[in-house]
């Protein structure tokens, strides 16, 4: 689908040098002289490489919609992960890189969405919040005040977290994958 270079978001996937890429920064300028355009930087889907590219509002910009999958995870196998298709039950081989840092924090049997374009995988998203175990936290330091202190420890997955200072090991919390940050204490 063809959009307008002043209508490119933060987000969007766009074909351009016969490459796909996704939008990472976007800023709309307007120069005393000359037309407005679109300041647009983007990342290669593939490679990672990034682009800076100024878009006019009168230039067409090839607009990718990726197909987004439910899948499941299932088990590591190398540098690959495998995951379940929703609808098809067919199994999905996905190189660990696509995942990055969020790879500790996948589960077995765990919901995710997998897009993919022309059925190669592109990403992998997972769910916003994860229930994990903290396995070692430091004692309580006192004086501390509760309100803004936190204290390290560290989940079941090896993953250091910020956690308040009344979460003690062994105790069920919610994490953020994607910066893993502390949400709350875990309803059991």
Partial sequence: MKINGNAVRIGNV?????RLWVVTKTQAVKPGKGGAF?????KDIRNGT???????ADEQVERVRL???NATYLYEDGDLLYFMDGETFEQVAVNSEMVGDQKAFLQD???VTIESYEEEPLSISLPDTVVMTIVEADAVVKGQTASSSYKPAVLENGVKVL??????????????????????????
């Fill in 14 to 18: 766009v074909e351009h040098q016969n």
């Fill in 38 to 42: 679109n300041q647009v930087e983007m």
């Fill in 50 to 56: 990034k682009l800076n590219e100024r878009f006019r």
């Fill in 67 to 69: 197909e987004q999958r």
């Fill in 109 to 111: 049997g765990m919901a």
């Fill in 163 to 188: 956690v308040p200072p009344h979460i003690e090991a062994g105790t069920r919390i919610v994490v953020k994958p994607e910066d893993c940050s502390y949400v709350e204490r875990a309803k059991d």
